[in-house]
């Protein structure tokens, strides 16, 4: 019998670290690999084994322990792991130290993070501002692992020969490489900057929200365009655009980034000009995956950043979403064990300046309710820029 074999590359593996720490329980640390495991399934690798260890503070010279790095490094020597993620940024000397120990390419978070947007931006705006906070920083980072811009050019790093010659080079040119991509960001911002003067007669609505929540499956059903969508981490890196009309009256939705939590600052800063879209949109729909077991963290951390971007103030409709995944009735005992839909529309309150709706994008439960909500934010600021403006009277633009 003839006998096939696969012409596909084997799947990378990935060893995960994490800490639990004074600052942080076990449970949460049990939480955050769950998500540094989707984080390495988006850029196609499989976990193999997840490493926590309790401890007051991260070790100076490897982050972990002794006892605990002999234990990584005797798995990555029996299973040849390709590769070790840590859920927590590494700082240029711990990780030399852990290459040079483990052998194998490692990651921190900051670094998996800029690598998927790295992967998923499509326009230029989006390609040079990941480009840009990827090369600031890995420069203070070069190790023999990283040498010849091996992740840059999309080859694979390999082992020994490189000597420091061949890092300064290396560094020389990243240096060089940041000044390009400063001027042609630069470029692109005041190109950016005069798109969005253009659209000053208009009422504009950005969809904001902690990644993976459904904010492109809620642009594709408010705006019934054909919206990239997917069940994985940042799958919306470039801005979206569409214009919107609810009962005559248009609008300008935004699809943006999704947030997540210790998004690495030089990818905010990179990001400024795609976020600039949250800070000129005259109204915030915040999507939150309601079903999530930490969506109160996870609202936290997109408020945060809502603030360093000072749109937090803005009106805003906070969109519960995902419904449908949580038990629609009472248990037998007939005790509502705090995860309804019921209860938790009852229990959770918002700020003045916000609203809030309870949806399912997926089976279309509330969304009517969410359509005439956003048409009345919308005509209050249609009203400000058409003072004299009919109802059902058609705007040309």
């Known amino acids: 019998m003839a006998q096939y074999y696969s012409t596909r590359p084997p799947k990378a593996t990935a060893a995960l670290v994490a800490l639990a720490t004074n600052h942080q329980s076990p449970e949460k640390t049990k939480e955050y690999l769950e998500e540094l495991k989707f984080l390495a399934t988006t850029i196609g690798a499989e976990t193999t084994k997840m490493f926590v260890q ?13 006892g605990k790095l002999a234990e990584i490094k005797n ?55 990941v480009e840009l906070a990827r090369y600031q920083y890995l420069l203070p980072r070069l190790t023999r692992l990283w040498t010849h ?12 020969g490189a000597g420091e010659k061949e890092i300064e080079t290396d560094r020389r040119v990243i240096r060089n490489q940041i000044t390009v991509l ?24 950005a969809l904001v929200g902690y990644t993976n929540v459904g904010k492109s499956t809620i642009m594709k059903l408010l705006t019934k365009s054909d919206v990239f969508a997917e069940d994985k981490l940042f799958a919306t890196v470039d801005s979206t655009i569409r214009k919107v009309v609810i009962n005559r009256i248009p609008f300008l939705l935004t699809d943006t980034v999704g947030f997540i939590r210790k998004l690495p600052h030089g990818l ?30 996870q609202i936290k951390v997109v408020n945060d950043t809502l603030k360093e971007l000072e749109s937090l103030d803005k009106p805003t409709i906070v969109v519960f979403n ?59 600021i249609h009203m400000t820029i058409f003072p004299n403006y009919i109802p059902g009277q058609n705007i040309e633009f």
């Open 54 to 66: 309790k401890v007051h503070s991260p070790d100076v010279r490897s982050f972990v322990g002794k």
């Open 75 to 129: 798995f990555v020597k029996n299973r040849e792991t390709d590769m070790v993620i840590f859920d927590d940024d590494l700082s240029p000397s711990q990780l030399r130290n852990l290459e040079k120990e483990l052998d194998c390419k490692i990651y921190d978070r900051s670094l998996l993070i800029l690598d998927i947007f790295l992967k998923r931006a499509k326009t230029a705006q989006a390609r040079t501002q």
């Open 149 to 160: 811009l091996e992740r840059q050019r999309g080859g694979t790093a390999t082992r020994g």
């Open 182 to 205: 400063k001027k042609k960001l630069d470029k692109i911002d005041k190109q950016a900057i005069t798109q969005r003067k253009s659209r000053g007669n208009i009422a504009k609505v």
């Open 268 to 297: 905010v800063e990179s990001f400024k000009s795609t976020l600039d879209e949250v800070r000129d949109a005259d109204i915030l729909l915040h999507v939150v995956d309601i079903s999530h077991p930490s969506f109160e963290d």
């Open 322 to 380: 995902k419904i449908d995944k949580l038990p629609d009735t009472l248990p037998p005992d007939g005790r509502d064990n705090g995860t309804s839909a019921a209860h938790l529309a009852s229990v959770i309150t918002v700020p003045s300046n916000v609203k809030k709706v309870f949806i399912s994008a997926v089976t279309r439960e509330n969304v009517s309710q969410l359509r005439e909500m956003l048409f009345n934010e919308v005509k209050k």
